[in-house]
């Protein structure tokens, strides 16, 4: 292989690669620099290598460094079979992608192979919190104290019942607890925590003092101290390794003190209700199942399982209700110690009571937080055997425990980005209430003249009135000198007279004053009484959520009006209807004005059945044209009808049969019998049988966007539907932004890496969030988090989207992180080859995954856009779902909520299509079994055996049992989906990676055949967080072995984020790189892979920012930062590095601070390392 010469220096600009001209030699250079990456060609280069099916695979020197042994020889039989697979979809010979090979001196592998790599380091990285917590398990907690002490800070109680105040307990494993009063804010008010030498407590300063006010920013003087004095300066970097344990831990952590420094401690938190949802945790319809269930409801969901039969079988099992439970501490503690419900009386006080409460009841309220630490401690020690047990493999544990260690840091820009974001919003918020007044106040016009009866939005409105009433005069009687005062009266009348006359009448006012007499009754219904304290006037309590406000804005969808059905929820009108005209002229109510409808609406095609051969003809031409529906849907549905025109024709909806021709919907519904009308309802997105509540809801923002919903109320109303799109967004996060915990450090609490910093203001403001995680807070073990883990991206049109970015570095520190290019897919399809042909790519799936263009077509969502006729945007929610478990119907509600003017007949061709051609086709298949199968791994690879489907020689030791299966076959995903359904269906589902088992709730012996969807995704979305936890500790390990100075931050779905010295930010990207290839080799090596494609080895970009956002160079726009991050917050754009610019910037792939002499001609593919054989075992320990 040809290596560039050091008298052409290699440099790097984005995009290019060039060479420094007219420089002087470096050739004394020539020993230090190894060869990283070659300029070769493949048929030149001695480092390329390739697989069977033409797939570039790492170059020769990784491969020998990770893998050692070669790949297997691959037999012609199943090459023939792959061959024959790949040319059915069209990508055998299709050009592949070459990459320029890398090379570079890998850290050292322990072990034999990269398993027993990871199991070293996960070993290490936990042995003290394992053998700190078996102490805890192995323990009884000592009694707890009879009277608890009223005082400042921590209290330790002895075993002889003495008190001493403490700075903070010195205990290596506690079991913890905290209990914040909700009226005061996020400040901790008391706290316990139990060993099995001690008990402790702690005690607010706002509990024992009651200044007459307190500061609301919140210091580290205000939390819980742990492992430093009250008053300590700038902290120690001495930690010691400490466990602490608690339900829902992740809250806890957040009231700790030296959670909240940059260089924190070495604190693990072990979470019992995350260990909970791991082994006996409940998928998101089963929690809904088991509380109607317990509650002896009836709702919907109880009502379908109960009726439900399956094939074979008599009513449905509850048997996994026996197997696990809800995650509150209550229910997990009667679960699995079988002890008696908590009592949780005394929590109201937190939630609704005030610190003079808390003082009365203190002794309480004490025992009532250290009893749940003693529920927790019990819990504790069942869980944690259990979890084992489920979860054998080290790296399981080490991942959870550094996902407890979320961390991160903002500035002053924070509540200048909440100050920002409400002001833009409360600005936005009245224009958008006073165009409504506006559009209320012109509709209440209409009275006059009954000219609402002409109106097809507003003639069903109550338009009835109420009169201005007095009370009646009260008659005198006439005496003879009144009649004398009278005829006095009738002579001459002065003005006196007349206004006497007038006060008079005052008298006759009722007492209470009438609400708005004269005005219809729907505008009094916007409107405040003037007793009432939010008095303003005019229809005040008008909003986007009210009933009236879409027709006040007189919506249409697709053209037509919209209409509020009390059975159907909201919907729109066809008219043209000639079956009911005249039905309702009888009626006393409303009558509809179908003329005025008419009117507004366009005329109906002609019927294409009066149609000529030669016009249809044309029309086909047309059609044929046509991609994809246009905007005029009714002229397309007129060219469609007469295409496909038939005697048995389906009708168009199942609904009604007599709906219009050339519309279709979810209708027609008949049941709202309007003269001249049909009624539609608007398309929910989870299918017919939902409602839509409020056609402005967020569901159908996407529709005002590509103008499916429209206004006919002129440019106030577009106005109106602009603002409330843009309101969106911060209307339903704003309560979870504004009220998280940020901690504001002083500049000793921080590091001298920021203080000394140029960019160091001592005059601003630097804090830290702990994201409050749950480390496992689903049944695939996914992490869950309110705010964080849910954060969407920045969108110009969205008040306070921006709010990622608002998470920025300190001076002296960058984020490095990178997203994991398609990592769920990239794992089906994985599994899909090893299960097939057990090469790399040998399934259509692994092949478009691998090595498909978007540009040529030939990636999966290119190809399944293609297929459906829809945008590859919306074919990646399609196949994720696909992949996830989702089955037609989810297509199909997915293809009409995408494309509204799909018939139910045509999305369910459409659906069928595509699955046919991805999932394939289900049949009985024949396979023989010799015995040896463990079905605990996932089932037998049924794909290319050799003896698959065959007759065995009659010599074979073990004669075969033909059986048959259910498989899928012939599509680009079937042996995929067949790996997941056999590991699903298997008797011990496991991952294939780190052998996690599923949730006991979701085991085949209690489910049956319930739940597949869960059950196929738990497969994948199991298997991704296996990736992670993988990642989490490959990175730990390379920051301590190569002292890079970070730490982990966070991990949003597929990405993961980690705050690093400025100094050390090349080392951490190269690290994050060395970490996704390991992973994927990891995975690959469990898979009986001894290789891993090129392609997938490294992330194609590692972002280097300074603050959080998707992508480097987005500015992040929006109402609410309309100046952009640049320009408003003075934060510059980042970096993002392939593995090739990596490798330039650290000295060739140096992880050392320094530049190391390595040998250019060989790498050491050895590298010594303790034995694997002579580790202790994590499950043996325990």
């Known amino acids: 292989m040809a290596v560039i010469p050091c008298s052409?220096?290699?440099?790097?600009?984005?995009?290019?690669?060039?060479?420094?001209?007219?420089?002087?030699?470096?050739?004394?250079?020539?020993?230090?620099?190894?060869?990283?990456?070659?300029?070769?060609?493949?048929?030149?280069?001695?480092?390329?290598?390739?697989?069977?099916?033409?797939?570039?695979?790492?170059?020769?020197?990784?491969?020998?460094?990770?893998?050692?042994?070669?790949?297997?020889?691959v037999e012609d039989s199943k090459m023939k079979t792959i061959n024959q697979h790949l040319t059915e979809h069209e990508l055998l010979g299709k050009e592949a992608t070459v990459l320029s090979d890398v090379n570079f001196q890998l850290p050292k592998i322990y072990g034999d192979n990269i398993d027993e790599h990871f199991r070293h380091l996960a070993q290490k990285q936990t042995a003290s919190v394992i053998d700190s917590s078996n102490k805890l398990i192995d323990s009884i907690l000592p009694p707890m104290p009879e009277k608890w002490v009223y005082g400042k800070g921590w209290t330790k109680y002895g075993h002889d019942g003495s008190a001493v105040a403490v700075d903070y307990?010195?205990?290596?494993?506690?079991?913890?607890?905290?209990?914040?009063?909700?009226?005061?804010?996020?400040?901790?008010?008391?706290?316990?925590?139990?060993?099995?030498?001690?008990?402790?407590?702690?005690?607010s300063d706002r509990l024992l003092e009651d200044k007459y006010k307190w500061s609301p920013r919140i210091s580290l003087d205000d939390l819980i101290p742990m492992e430093t004095t009250r008053k300590l300066g700038r902290h120690t970097p001495d930690?010691?390794?400490?466990?602490?344990?608690?339900?829902?831990?992740?809250?806890?952590?957040?009231?700790?003190?030296?959670?909240?420094?940059?260089?924190?401690?070495?604190?693990?938190?072990?979470?019992?209700?995350?260990?909970?949802?791991?082994?006996?945790?409940?998928?998101?319809?089963?929690?809904?199942l088991w509380n109607a269930k317990k509650s002896g409801s009836q709702r919907k969901e109880i009502v379908e399982m109960m009726t439900k039969k399956k094939f074979g079988s008599g009513s449905p099992t509850w048997d996994w209700m026996k197997e696990g439970t809800m995650n509150n501490l209550s229910d997990v503690y009667q679960h699995h110690c079988e002890g008696e419900p908590l009592a949780k009386e005394k929590r109201e006080t937190f939630i609704k009571g005030s610190m003079d409460d808390v003082r009365e009841n203190f002794q309480e309220l004490m025992t009532y937080c250290a009893s749940d630490v003693v529920a927790t401690h019990q819990v504790f020690q069942k869980l944690w055997p259990v979890f084992f047990e489920r979860f054998p493999h080290p790296v399981t544990l080490a991942g959870m425990l550094e996902m407890g260690s979320t961390y991160f840091h903002v500035n002053y820009n924070w509540e200048k980005y909440i100050l920002n974001s409400e002001d833009t919003y409360n600005d936005l918020q009245r224009e958008l209430t006073l165009l409504l007044k506006k559009l209320a106040n012109e509709a209440c016009e209409l009275l006059h003249g009954d000219r609402y009866k002409e109106d097809p939005w507003l003639w069903d409105l109550d338009w009835s009135t109420r009169d201005f009433r007095l009370k009646k005069p009260v008659k005198e009687k006439k005496s003879k000198k009144n009649n004398d005062l009278e005829l006095e009266s009738d002579k001459e009348e002065t003005e006196e007279d007349r206004v006497n006359k007038v006060l008079h009448t005052a008298e006759r006012l009722p007492k209470v004053k009438m609400h708005l007499p004269g005005y219809p009754q729907w505008y009094r219904d916007l409107c405040y009484k003037m007793r009432e304290e939010d008095w303003a006037p005019g229809p005040s309590k008008i909003s986007t959520q009210v009933r009236v406000a879409p027709k006040l804005l007189r919506l249409t969808w697709d053209g037509y009006p919209v209409h509020y059905s009390e059975t159907h929820g909201w919907g729109y009108l066809v008219p043209w209807r000639e079956d009911n005209i005249g039905e309702n002229d009888d009626s006393e109510g409303a009558q509809f004005p179908t003329g005025s409808l008419q009117s507004i609406c366009p005329q109906p095609p002609p019927n294409p059945s009066s149609l000529s051969l030669q016009e249809r003809d044309k029309l086909m031409a047309e059609i044929i044209k046509m991609e994809r529906f246009g905007e005029d849907s009714q002229k397309l549905w007129a060219k469609w009808h007469a295409i496909m025109k038939r005697e048995e024709q389906k009708p168009k909806t199942t609904k009604d049969e007599n709906g219009p021709w050339w519309h279709t919907g979810d209708g027609p519904y008949n049941d709202v019998n309007i003269p001249g009308c049909w009624f539609f309802k608007i398309p929910h997105k989870d299918g017919d049988n939902k409602r839509v509540g409020n056609p402005l809801a967020k569901d159908n923002l996407s529709k005002i966007e590509d103008g499916t919903i429209k206004s006919q109320s002129g440019d106030h109303a577009v106005r109106v539907l602009t603002l409330s799109k843009m309101c969106s967004y911060w209307k339903m996060n704003r309560e979870r932004i504004s009220k998280q915990m940020v901690v504001w450090l002083n500049k000793t609490d921080l590091p001298r890496t920021v203080t000394r910093n140029p960019d160091y203001d001592g005059d601003g403001?630097?804090?830290?969030?702990?994201?409050?995680?749950?480390?496992?807070?689903?049944?695939?073990?996914?992490?869950?988090e309110q705010t964080w883990l849910t954060a969407s991206n920045a969108y110009p049109d969205r008040v306070g989207s921006e709010l990622k970015a608002m998470v920025q570095c300190p001076p002296g520190y960058h984020f490095v992180g990178a997203d994991v290019d398609s990592q769920e897919l990239w794992i089906a399809a994985v599994l899909g080859d090893s299960n097939f042909g057990g090469i790399h790519g040998c399934t259509a799936l692994g092949w478009m995954t691998l090595q498909g263009k978007k540009s040529a077509g030939t990636d999966l969502?290119?190809?399944?856009?293609?297929?459906?006729?829809?945008?590859?945007?919306?074919?990646?929610?399609?196949?994720?779902?696909?992949?996830?478990?989702?089955?037609?119907?989810?297509?199909?509600?997915?293809?009409?909520?995408?494309?509204?003017?799909?018939?139910?007949?045509?999305?369910?061709?459409?659906?069928?299509?595509?699955?046919?051609?991805?999932?394939?086709?289900?049949k009985t298949v024949k396979v023989q079994q010799n015995g040896n199968n463990d079905a605990g791994s996932g089932g037998?690879?049924?794909?290319?055996?050799?003896?698959?489907?065959?007759?065995?020689?009659?010599?074979?030791?073990?004669?075969?049992?033909?059986?048959?299966?259910?498989?899928?076959?012939?599509?680009?995903?079937?042996?995929?989906?067949?790996?997941?359904?056999?590991?699903?269906?298997?008797?011990?589902?496991?991952?294939?990676?780190?052998?996690?088992?599923?949730?006991?709730?979701?085991?085949?012996k209690v489910v049956d055949e319930e739940f597949m969807t869960s059950r196929v995704n738990w497969v994948v979305q199991s298997s991704a967080v296996d990736y992670l936890h993988l990642m989490l500790v490959c990175m730990k390990w390379l920051f301590d072995e190569y002292k890079i100075d970070g730490r982990f931050c966070i991990s949003i779905h597929d990405e993961v984020r980690y705050l690093v010295n400025s100094e050390d930010r090349y080392r951490a990207a190269l690290a994050l790189q060395i970490t996704n290839l390991l992973t994927r080799c990891m995975f690959a090596y469990k898979l009986d892979f001894q290789d891993l494609p090129q392609s997938v080895a490294f992330f194609s970009g590692v972002d280097i920012d300074t603050c959080l956002r998707k992508e480097v160079n987005?500015?992040?726009?929006?109402?609410?930062?309309?100046?952009?991050?640049?320009?408003?917050?003075?934060?510059?754009?980042?970096?993002?590095?392939?593995?090739?610019?990596?490798?330039?910037?650290?000295?060739?792939?140096?992880?050392?601070?320094?530049?190391?002499?390595?040998?250019?001609?060989?790498f050491e593919t050895e590298p010594e390392g303790p034995n694997i054989d002579d580790m202790p075992s994590v499950a043996a320990s325990v």
């Open 239 to 288: 930690w010691k390794e400490r466990v602490i344990v608690g339900h829902n831990v992740g809250f806890d952590r957040s009231f700790i003190k030296e959670q909240y420094y940059i260089k924190g401690p070495k604190t693990r938190f072990i979470d019992t209700m995350s260990l909970h949802i791991a082994t006996s945790g409940f998928t998101g319809s089963q929690r809904v």
């Open 8 to 73: 052409q220096i290699l440099f790097r600009v984005p995009g290019t690669l060039g060479l420094c001209q007219n420089v002087q030699p470096l050739s004394h250079l020539a020993m230090l620099l190894p060869r990283y990456y070659s300029t070769d060609t493949k048929e030149s280069s001695t480092e390329y290598r390739e697989n069977p099916i033409g797939i570039q695979m790492l170059s020769k020197g990784l491969h020998q460094q990770i893998f050692k042994a070669s790949s297997a020889h």
């Open 765 to 784: 403001l630097y804090g830290t969030i702990i994201p409050r995680v749950v480390s496992a807070g689903t049944v695939t073990r996914r992490a869950v």
């Open 1114 to 1162: 987005l500015d992040c726009k929006t109402p609410s930062n309309p100046q952009g991050l640049a320009s408003g917050y003075g934060i510059p754009a980042g970096e993002v590095l392939d593995i090739y610019e990596i490798l330039n910037r650290t000295n060739n792939g140096s992880l050392s601070a320094t530049r190391q002499k390595v040998k250019l001609d060989q």
């Open 861 to 922: 969502h290119s190809k399944t856009a293609a297929m459906v006729g829809i945008s590859r945007d919306h074919a990646k929610v399609f196949n994720y779902g696909r992949i996830y478990g989702a089955g037609q119907l989810f297509a199909r509600r997915l293809l009409m909520q995408f494309n509204h003017r799909l018939t139910n007949e045509e999305a369910v061709s459409k659906a069928s299509v595509m699955y046919r051609a991805t999932k394939g086709l289900k």
């Open 940 to 1004: 037998d690879n049924t794909g290319l055996g050799e003896n698959n489907g065959t007759e065995q020689d009659e010599d074979d030791e073990i004669p075969p049992r033909p059986v048959t299966s259910r498989k899928w076959v012939g599509g680009s995903e079937s042996e995929m989906f067949n790996k997941l359904e056999s590991i699903a269906l298997s008797s011990e589902p496991r991952t294939p990676v780190l052998g996690g088992r599923i949730s006991k709730a979701l085991e085949p």
């Open 169 to 203: 307990p010195d205990e290596t494993a506690l079991v913890f607890d905290v209990e914040v009063l909700m009226k005061e804010g996020q400040f901790p008010t008391m706290a316990t925590a139990a060993c099995p030498s001690a008990w402790y407590s702690w005690c």
